[in-house]
């Protein structure tokens, strides 16, 4: 198995939500900036590294009928699976590590909380801003450590961002609507430092 699949399927087999960092008892902020967009209830909806997130919850309560949740660890799919009941069957569930995923369909918002921060390498930063551009996204909404957040999780390292530094990942196929920094209350009360940025395609008003 791969190292990068193996550390994650450990962490969703051994930890309960209650004993990772990243755990909102409900995904405000990122409801908040999807819902500024005033999509169709129909609109297509990827949520990158969701994992056992409750936003695809969340956006079902709100009506959203076209909806996607990807990551690398099965056992977090699964757990999400088991959560949401008979109501998993409308939900398109994709275990893929981000960088090799190849959208098979057009996605009208990309969101992504806290999964691109671990990217390190420039090549795989590229890589990914590449599958975003392919998946013809209209809207991102994209949330990372802040330079004032933490240099790791979950034991690995990871890139933190300024709101400069993450335009420029995607400037030259997204425009930077806005970008407001936020602080996150784990489950243990500790506080880490995100910025929250949302993007349009270019050209789109």
């Known amino acids: 198995m ?5 550390h994650w399927e450990n962490v969703f087999q051994t930890k309960t939500p209650q004993e990772v960092s990243w755990t909102e008892a ?11 967009f005033n999509l169709d209830k129909s609109a297509s909806i990827i949520d990158i590294g969701g994992g056992d997130s ?3 919850d969340a956006l079902l309560e709100l009506g959203f009928t076209n909806l996607s949740v990807l990551d690398i660890s099965g056992k977090a799919l699964e757990r999400a699976q088991k959560r949401l009941g008979e109501r998993s069957q409308y939900i398109h569930w994709i275990e893929s590590d981000i960088i090799d995923f190849n959208p098979t369909k057009n996605y009208t918002l990309w969101h992504d909380r806290a999964s691109f921060h671990f990217l390190t390498a420039s090549s795989d930063i590229q890589k990914y801003t590449e599958i975003v551009t392919q998946s013809n996204a209209k ?3 994209i949330g990372t450590f802040s330079t004032y957040g933490p ?6 390292l990871i890139t933190q961002y300024d709101c400069k ?3 420029n990942c995607f400037s030259s196929s997204y425009n930077q609507l806005d970008c407001i920094e936020i602080e996150h209350i784990t489950p243990f009360n500790s506080k880490q430092d995100f910025i929250f940025s949302r993007f349009n395609i270019e050209g789109l008003i």
């Open 165 to 167: 530094k993450l335009k």
């Open 139 to 141: 809207h991102l909404v």
């Open 151 to 156: 240099e790791k999780c979950s034991g690995l």
């Open 54 to 56: 409750l936003l695809v």
């Open 2 to 6: 791969d190292p990068k699949k193996k």
């Open 26 to 36: 409900y995904p405000k902020r990122s409801i908040e900036l999807i819902k500024s």
